[in-house]
């Protein structure tokens, strides 16, 4: 499984199908690789929960606590404050933006939005659109991808017969901001 957030479309599908495209294709002079852009949507061939979905992703990023806001359409009458949140709901469709993704997924229309963070009035905008949004704070989603760079890096620099450094990622770093 990729460890980024941008990769996260491996535990969102988690074995199932369905399909994944850039929020902003680059164009071909920017990149050259099919596929390459900014941000991601995920469109699943089969339904999962959102308590499903938001399991998949505190497993996949290693995380006890995610903050959730429900679409009013969707998911209105738990949006109550103080009251349990139903998370029965189906997604079909997730945006992903590492960081803060409201400038990348701000027009995107999908179930769910899943970011590092986001300011108030952008979560009730797009609550207010019908997309619930899952924040998993904003360095928590870029951390996870050292791995993968490293791994690509490596893979890069040997194909092209360089020596490999010793790559090293911290294991001790975390988001600055703890829910207490």
Request: hydrophobic content about 45%; proline content about 3%; aromatic content about 2%.
């Amino acid at each position: 499984m990729l460890r980024s957030l941008v990769g996260s479309e491996m535990c969102i599908r988690d074995r199932g199908e369905g399909t994944v495209v850039p929020v902003t294709p680059a164009s071909q002079e920017q990149h050259a690789h099919s596929g390459a852009g900014e941000g991601r949507v995920v469109t699943l061939t089969d339904a999962v929960t959102l308590g499903d979905l938001v399991d998949r992703v505190k497993k996949h990023l290693r995380l006890a606590h995610v903050r959730v806001a429900l679409a009013f359409d969707r998911f209105g009458e738990a949006a109550v404050a103080g009251a349990p949140l139903d998370l029965s709901g189906e997604v079909r469709s997730v945006g992903i933006c590492a960081g803060s993704g409201s400038s990348v997924l701000g027009g995107v229309k999908a179930d769910v939005w899943l970011t590092g963070e986001m300011s108030h009035h952008e979560v009730l905008a797009a609550n207010a659109a019908g997309t619930s949004v899952v924040l998993t704070d904003h360095s928590n989603t870029e951390r996870g991808y050292l791995p993968v760079m490293a791994d690509k890096l490596a893979e890069l620099l040997r194909d092209e017969g360089h020596e490999l450094p010793a790559f090293m990622i911290s294991e001790v770093d975390a988001d600055p901001l703890v829910v207490v």
